[in-house]
């Protein structure tokens, strides 16, 4: 049973990370922030099967899920053919398999010792590791139901998956990615470190700006589609960021957008005629060209935010994983009941600092309460970049 149970893992790593490479839900793990989009939209792209079934390879593989790696490696069915050794030789093999660090054993060559581990045992035929795997995708699948998955963010600390990164989910090289908000990886820094970072020193439309001097005009009002939805919550090192399932959607300008994810900053990034707020979510959204519109909401000490709470309450015990929440999240308690906004065309707030992004910043803003603002603050104290020179562009406020 455990050499069974260690070559299945085996080739859940394997299948994991083979099935990765290519697959753009990996290229989407590290997607921009304000950018970071690719994300869940991506996600939202694929077929059904596809998101439904990798996250829980991946955690399996990549040891974040725990619960669905001791599955895997623990193997609960009852097999007839049980080796002769006990169990719990065979777990923890099984389990520092499954360990993040084997990733990069994996992917060198789907580990041959861990084939060496089903020694003893015939071993399995590739049609019978099929058969295996199907089992074990079609137990993945019952337990997730039908709530649609949005992929797992993989760990940080990975060559490759920063750079385009953001709080979004700048998953960077070094735990959070090579920036920060402090210091020398600070944001008077950001363009210097690293060479896609540029836009972050030398853009002309760069984000947050204070938002003054807008003319007054009556904007179309945002079309909201915005729905119960299945949502996931990782500390990415730069925020706390819900990756969301498919289906929500905005329609700005005859232009449709679908909603990725949201995040928040405190203080508030942006500035209403110079006032900051405590804190503002970003509602990150892509349009089928992958351009961005960031809807942001901010937010005042007041009452609490049921949504909020929400996210807390199902915040990861630990950085760069991800959790799932328990039961959806609605999204039309996100927002206001007015619903104005003032709009501008800037950048993305967090390396790389892409451009032509839409904002359209709410003005009426949402309450959270101070405890619930504590906790934010326990983990992000400050995380918000300074304002940028609006240098003449045209803001627009919606009366
Ligand atoms: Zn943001």
């Known amino acids: 049973m455990w050499g069974r149970a260690a070559a299945i893992a085996a080739v859940v790593v394997f299948v994991a990370c083979a099935g990765a490479v290519p697959s753009p839900v990996m290229a989407a793990d590290a997607p921009p922030s304000e950018a970071n989009s690719g994300n869940a939209s991506t996600a939202a792209a694929e077929p059904s099967i596809r998101p439904k079934l990798k996250p829980d390879l991946k955690a399996g593989a990549l040891g974040e899920g725990k619960a669905v790696r001791g599955e895997v490696t623990a193997e609960p069915k009852p097999e007839p053919k049980t080796p002769p050794k006990p169990a719990d030789k065979a777990e923890p093999k099984a389990a520092a398999k499954a360990d993040p660090k084997a990733e990069s054993k994996a992917d060198t060559k789907a580990d041959p010792k861990a084939e ?49 990164g953001s709080e979004g989910a700048a998953l960077a ?33 760069q984000s947050p700006i204070d938002i003054r001097d807008g003319i007054p005009v009556e ?46 900053h405190r203080p508030s990034e942006e500035r209403l005629n110079g006032k900051q707020f405590d804190m503002v979510m970003h509602l990150e959204h892509r349009d089928i060209e992958g351009k961005l519109a960031v809807l942001a909401i901010l937010i005042n000490e007041g009452k609490g935010h049921p949504l909020v709470q929400q996210v807390w309450n199902n915040l990861p015990l630990e950085k760069f994983t991800e959790q799932h929440g328990l039961a959806t999240i609605d999204l039309g308690q996100i927002l206001p009941e007015q619903r104005q906004y003032v709009t501008y065309m800037g950048s993305q707030t967090t390396p790389p600092c892409q451009e032509g992004v839409l904002w359209l910043v709410m003005k009426q803003p949402a309450t959270a309460s101070a405890e619930q603002m504590a906790i934010f603050a326990r983990l992000y104290p400050m995380n918000a970049r300074p304002v940028q020179p609006t240098a003449g562009r045209l803001i627009k406020d919606g009366q």
């Open 116 to 164: 060496a581990k089903s020694e003893g045992r015939a071993p399995l035929s590739m049609s019978e590791l099929r058969d295996v795997l199907d089992q074990k995708i079609a137990e993945v699948r019952a337990k997730q139901g039908p709530a649609p998955i949005v992929k797992v963010q993989s760990r940080g600390g990975k060559a490759g998956r920063g750079g385009q």
């Open 173 to 205: 090289p070094s735990p959070s990615g090579p920036w920060s908000y402090h210091g020398e990886t600070g944001p008077e820094h950001w363009a210097r470190l690293k060479p896609e970072f540029s836009l972050c020193g030398k853009g002309q439309r």
């Open 219 to 264: 904007l179309d009002p945002i079309a909201f589609d915005y729905r119960p939805t299945a949502f996931r919550v990782i500390d990415n090192g730069h925020t706390v960021q819900v990756n969301l399932a498919a289906g929500n959607r905005i329609t700005v300008n005859g232009r449709r957008y679908e909603l990725t994810q949201f995040h928040f």
